[in-house]
């Protein structure tokens, strides 16, 4: 079958903005209190009409409350190129892949039947201060992706991310 870009089939992103508490597990990695509003940017992708991928993006409130994060339209560059405009550009990013069933939203959102497995990405950007600028929750079909890494061996490095025993 052919990959959607042989296809040619263009691609679009229906962009959600605004302010809520993130989930626990969100806020743990934000470093900031539960309950504590932050700045999303929830994302629907699609190659033509058929979606491919959920995400949404967390960003600490104080660090995008007033800027164009907070808006539908960011600008050239995205959130990544305003958040350097504010002196956080995030310098490392970190990243845990799973896979599991979808839940109810997401087999909605992306069309699949609710036996089928996603991949989960959860990625944490961070400055060169250490601080957590964004914390973005993907979620992908698994029969549409083939994930890849490439990544330098120049020494092992701590992750955000609780290790269990």
């Given at each position: ?90 310098a490392e990013f970190t990243e845990e892949v799973g896979g599991r069933v979808p839940d109810d939203e997401e087999v909605n959102a992306l069309r699949i039947d609710p036996d089928h497995r996603v991949y989960t990405i959860t990625r944490v950007a961070s400055d060169r201060a250490d601080r957590v600028v964004e914390v973005n929750s993907i979620v ?26």
């Amino acid at each position: 079958m052919p990959s959607f870009a042989q296809q040619a089939w263009t691609p679009r992103t229906d962009v959600e903005v605004g302010r809520a508490a993130p989930p626990g597990s969100i806020a743990r990695l934000l470093n900031i209190t539960e309950g504590t509003e932050a700045v999303y940017r929830k994302r629907h992708m699609f190659a033509g009409d058929w979606p491919v991928q959920v995400a949404a993006s967390w960003i600490p409130a104080d660090l995008a409350d007033g800027t164009r994060i907070a808006e539908r339209d960011t600008g050239p560059g995205g959130i990544y190129s305003r958040l350097a405009d504010l002196g956080h550009a995030p310098a490392e990013f970190t990243e845990e892949v799973g896979g599991r069933v979808p839940d109810d939203e997401e087999v909605n959102a992306l069309r699949i039947d609710p036996d089928h497995r996603v991949y989960t990405i959860t990625r944490v950007a961070s400055d060169r201060a250490d601080r957590v600028v964004e914390v973005n929750s993907i979620v992908l079909p698994s029969h549409q992706w083939t994930l890849a890494y490439t990544w330098q061996a120049d020494g092992p490095h701590d992750a955000p991310f609780p290790r269990e025993p």
